[in-house]
């Protein structure tokens, strides 16, 4: 009797430390600083026109749809945006808003990991600055951008967003999608985007 009793609670103990183990590497894989970005990020590439297919929003006002963005190089080799997209404003007022953005390299080694100080072009927008990384792109259809703003002390993120974005409004490819959704696990945001709809209203 002794001898089963002890038996089950070491597979009780086993399965503990397994669960906790589970549960540690799930913790470890979502802290922010072990993302991965694109590698060799090229800006030239990425010029020109997105539009946003699925976002998770930040806490806070955010773009609610119709969202683009126009990324250009400047002379310097610096990259800034211009992007418009639809608000809620007072709970009841919806307006196409527009924004512009200013990318910093804090580290050059990493490229896909850039900085972004943002202005609202109307007095009633926000201005500010977020991180703003490239977790994955190919250029030509698809990217996924990524901006944590305040994290836990695990290291994974407490308040963040996700965009991603197309160069077709209408959509990306089923082989695309299934890469998009890995990125989006690997970020720890599977389950946690919602569509943005593309309307043509700004």
């Not at 699925?54 to 119709?66: A, I, R, T, Y």
């Not at 050059?108 to 900085?115: A, H, L, N, R, S």
């Not at 082989?175 to 890995?182: D, E, L, M, Y």
Request: aromatic share 10%; glycine share 8%; net charge negative.
């Amino acid at each position: 009797m002794c001898v089963h009793h002890r038996m089950g609670s070491s597979k009780v103990a086993l399965l503990l430390v397994l669960l906790s183990c589970v549960e540690l590497s799930l913790s470890a894989s979502c802290v922010v600083d072990s993302f991965t970005v694109k590698d060799d990020f090229d800006p030239k590439r990425y010029a020109g026109k997105w539009y946003a297919l699925q976002k998770k929003d930040p806490e806070g006002l955010f773009l609610q749809d119709n969202i683009s963005a126009e990324y250009t190089i400047d002379d310097d080799g610096s990259m800034s945006a211009s992007s418009k997209g639809r608000v809620t404003l007072f709970g009841f007022w919806v307006v196409c808003a527009d924004m512009a953005a200013q990318y910093s390299v804090p580290d050059p080694t990493t490229p896909g990991k850039m900085f972004m100080n943002y202005q609202g072009l109307a007095s009633y927008l926000s201005s500010g600055g977020d991180n703003y990384w490239v977790i994955d792109t190919d250029y030509d259809n698809y990217a996924i951008t990524y901006a944590c703003r305040t994290m836990k002390e695990d290291g994974s993120c407490d308040d963040g967003y996700a965009i991603i974005f197309s160069r077709n409004p209408r959509g990306l490819p089923p082989a695309i999608q299934r890469v998009v959704r890995q990125k989006q696990d690997d970020i720890c945001m599977a389950g946690e985007f919602q569509p943005v709809l593309q309307s043509g209203a700004c």
